[in-house]
């Protein structure tokens, strides 16, 4: 490690009162040069916050393990807290979350906390089973679209509880108690189908959820719930049986990896022609993933620890992707990955079906050299599988065009992970500010950062 980065990331060491995330929000890139070297990542942030969440159905303590140290589970962690549940860690990675003394939180608190994450609508369901009541403030989360939370109000409508909508938020309570429910979701939503899961295991009855999501994160949430005594069955046709138990009991369980972390790092060793080893990444959560990787160019070796992704020399080459609900290409994949596509030879076309603004972040791309064109409409396309959406939109990126520095701003989560990329592939420098974001889904992204070569200064 150079000296002035070893002197740069004591700075920041130094700096690191906060619990998790970075304090210096700017930070100064020399791109042009591959990232090379092992990182690992730890449990999936898609997954730990709402394991979290779980642990207030038990009624002893729970114990999640490889939590990785992101400023969303900061969040719920102080959400808990504020509800009463004692989290304690008694090492690195592990949370020990003590429902016991649950009990009615100040508004104010909660109200403080929401704004910056999107997973307080998942207290609902468990709140209601343990006080009677939510109230559930404003959400934050990426701003990739305008995050609606209506398959979640009109579940929790079918479990029997009373929906009000205020000026400091929504307030849900449940007179009558909650009885499972016939719930078809319009789209396979994740956190619609997590909504469903977290009331259903206590509500009494059978619940049956069409239509529901089976991401990775989805499967390991029902295995925690699984493990403190819960009855799920998930059919061939992605219908979720839920029968509502009495007694649910605290959970041990290691988090499944972070598959979307693994994905950008994938990428950022593409578009700098890098080859960085992923420790603790699982091929089969990647299969789509991995099939586009090589598809465009990459080269990938499946060890038992983990996986190494390296760009083998050669082109690049252009390809046809469709964002899609898991196992197809996950919308959180995107991004990152244009990065590489811009050094692709030839015309791709990104079809992004999930959401309906998740290319905001390519305008600054076009300030460092990227040629892509965005269609807000979307486009046909005679190749696709993954039935077209009203909301979708398309982006063409033409290339191989060669990157220059920037001065670009963070905008969200993915997209301020391929400004990384993008600045440490281009010619020159480049600052990124507004890094703090970055921080919300990936952990210690300095010292990995640092441990791949990257040349770096923070501000
Ligand atoms: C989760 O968001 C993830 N976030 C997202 O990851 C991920 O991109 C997304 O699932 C899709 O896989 C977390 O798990 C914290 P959805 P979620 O409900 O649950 C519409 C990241 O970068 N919809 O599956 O909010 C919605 O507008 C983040 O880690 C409704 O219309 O996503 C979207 O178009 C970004 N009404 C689609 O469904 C609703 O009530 C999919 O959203 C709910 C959703």
Redesign the pocket.
Known sequence: MAADQAASLAKHASQSGERVGLTADRITVHGGKPLQGRIRVRGA??LA??AMVAALLGETPSVLQDVPLIS?VDIVTRMLEAYGVAVSSPDDGTLVLDPQNVEKAHFAKIDALAGSS??PILFCGPLLHRLGEALIPDLG??R??????????DALRAFGAIVDKSYEGITITAPDGLHGAHIEL???????T?QVLLTAVRAEGVTELKNA?I?P?ILDLIAILQKMGAIIWVEPNRTIFIEGVERLEGYTHRAISDR?ETASWASAALATGGDIFVENAKQPELLTFLNVFRKVGGAFDVAEDGIRFYHPGGALKAVQVETD??PGF???WQQPLIIALTQAEGVSTVHET???NRFGFTDALLDMGADIVVHKDGLESVTRRVPRRR?EQAAVITGPTPLHGADVRVP???GGFSYLIAALAADGTSTISNLGLISR?YEHIIDKLTALGADFELD
């Open positions: 942030k898609n916050t709402k969303d999107r997973i989360g990426c990739i679209g305008d995050r609606p939370i209506d398959f979640h109000m319009p789209y396979p939503s994740v956190g619609a997590e999501a991401e994160e979307n609900v898991h996950m919308t959180d999930v959401y309906e909301l969200d989560l993915r889904g």
